[in-house]
């Protein structure tokens, strides 16, 4: 009988990160047992040249110390990291500018001074990595033995990971290879990712293209981009040899009950009645947040008395933004950022909110926008095709060319409380977490023939859209 494997190795490891993949990846494997019926599918992780099945995907930080240890050190290696990465990124800057452009030694001796510096972080970090791994030898995960007609999901962001050659192992002994794929903005946007990122980006991409038996995308929108990228790289006669489908994620924020304090200065924000435009995501330039402060400057000059609110945490290339938000005139008045929301905290600013404003240049899915509409928040997007494929005409969009175009939006919606969008938000309805599971799992098992095709059929007991179609 064969078994799905769905790897979660990275979530495994970083259970302490809660970002877009990863939440991701936690919610599909916390809801396998809902397809448990169907088919047998077993969380897995790689690890030193091995195959190991997970029994508990994160550690009970509640109940034993070297679990709340592990959380503990994940944060402060996380903080340490962005710490050494900033350094680098300053020394950097420094290299165009006189007298390093002009002088070798003083780039050299600026090298070594840097190096020298952040030579205590990186040990730090090494250190705590290897008690991590030292804590990770529970008994979270159990070696497995793979069978010949086993399923590979790989599931999370295996880029960055070191075990291709143990799946090209598996795949020699008859097992095949799924990759989902989340998006290829490090290969479609560049400019929007560091440029190493890039570069392991396509390697890995180059890789998988290659290796996998089959692609599934998280829309309808990507999937459609990963069979030409897979086609420009291998030609038609062996792109269609694999098999191309996409599932829908879920909106539910499953970590809403772990934290449920509510610190001061969001309760306060949120309780003001004040109509507050809310933006959820990571802090940078691929989510265009210069594009919503041009917007409500604009609102504000006009008389529009509205406040924009960004959530989320600071990632890269976003010094010229963080300036410009920090120096602002409206700062704390009607310009506010929260970047260490628990989601709790974010279940309450989607329940205080007005709307979500979501000015995204690319993206391969959305979650945000999908997580405020389950809420009954009305959603305003850029007009991109993977919005029109999530919002549908429950959406208002604006032109990404034109900040006024958003400001209209604004000013119509406050001027009539009338949403401007399509259709009402009351007749909008999405997938769970448990039907984006049992979708992603049919429709793979589709691809495989491993099942009675009657059973196929997307069953949900909420009427939830199904775009991912041929």
């Keep these: 009988m064969s ?46 040249g091995k195959i190991l099945e997970v029994t508990q995907l994160e550690p009970t930080h509640r109940d ?16 340490l990291v962005r710490m050494r990465h900033f350094y680098w990124l300053i020394h950097a800057r420094l290299q165009p500018r ?3 452009k002009a002088s070798r030694v003083m780039r050299k001796l600026t090298f070594e001074v840097w190096n020298l510096f952040c030579m205590p972080l990186s040990l730090a970090i090494y250190l705590i990595e290897q008690i991590l791994k030292v804590i990770q030898e529970s008994s979270r995960a159990i070696e497995i033995e793979c069978e010949s007609d086993d399923i590979l999901v790989l599931l999370d962001s295996s880029w960055h990971a070191n075990f291709f050659p143990i799946a090209e192992q598996l795949q020699r002994k008859g097992i095949s290879i799924v990759s989902v794929i989340y998006d290829l903005i490090p290969l479609t ?9 890039v570069q392991v980006f396509d390697r890995w991409f180059e890789w998988v293209a290659n290796t996998a038996n089959g692609f599934i995308a998280i829309s309808s929108t990507i999937r459609d981009e990963v ?23 879920g909106s539910e924020l499953d970590l809403v009950h772990r934290d449920t304090v509510i610190r001061r200065k969001v309760s306060k924000l949120f309780t003001s009645g004040r109509s507050i435009y809310l933006m959820v995501s990571t802090i940078e330039p691929r989510k265009n947040h210069a594009y919503l402060l041009d917007a409500f400057e604009k609102s504000w000059a006009d008389g529009v008395d509205v406040v924009l609110c960004f959530v989320g945490r600071i990632g890269w290339k976003n010094e010229r933004l963080i300036d410009r938000v920090k120096k602002h005139v409206e700062l704390g008045r009607r310009l506010f950022m929260l970047n260490d929301l628990s989601d709790a905290e974010l279940e309450y600013c989607y329940s205080g909110a007005k709307a979500l404003v979501f000015p995204s240049f690319v993206e391969g899915f959305g979650l945000p926008l999908v997580e405020a509409m389950q809420r009954g928040l009305p959603t305003m997007a850029s007009d991109i095709p993977v919005f029109h494929e999530i919002g549908g005409d429950y959406t208002a969009y604006f032109s990404l060319t ?11 919606f406050e001027l009539t409380d009338i949403f401007p969008a399509k259709k009402p938000m009351t007749h909008w309805t999405w997938l769970s977490w448990e039907d984006s599971t049992r979708q992603l799992v049919r429709r793979v098992m589709s691809h495989h023939s491993i099942c009675d095709p009657t059973h196929l059929q997307l069953q949900s007991d909420s009427h939830a859209p199904d775009h991912c179609t041929e």
Excluded at 64 to 79: S, Y
């Design 402 to 412: 034109q900040s006024e175009s958003l400001s209209r939006l604004v000013a119509e």
């Design 189 to 197: 946007h560049p400019q929007f990712c560091d440029a190493p990122l």
């Design 98 to 100: 006189w007298p390093w």
């Design 227 to 249: 069979q030409n990228e897979v086609r420009r790289r291998l030609g038609n006669e062996r792109s269609d040899q694999r098999w191309f489908d996409c599932f829908h994620l």
């Design 64 to 79: 034993t110390w070297h679990g709340r240890l592990q959380i503990f050190l994940e944060r402060v290696a996380q903080k």
């Design 3 to 48: 078994r799905l494997l769905i790897e979660c190795t990275y979530v495994y490891h970083h259970p302490g990160v809660n970002s877009g993949i990863q939440r991701v990846v936690r919610n599909i494997v916390n809801n396998l047992s809902s397809v448990q019926e169907e088919i047998t599918c077993i969380p897995v992780i790689f690890k030193d």
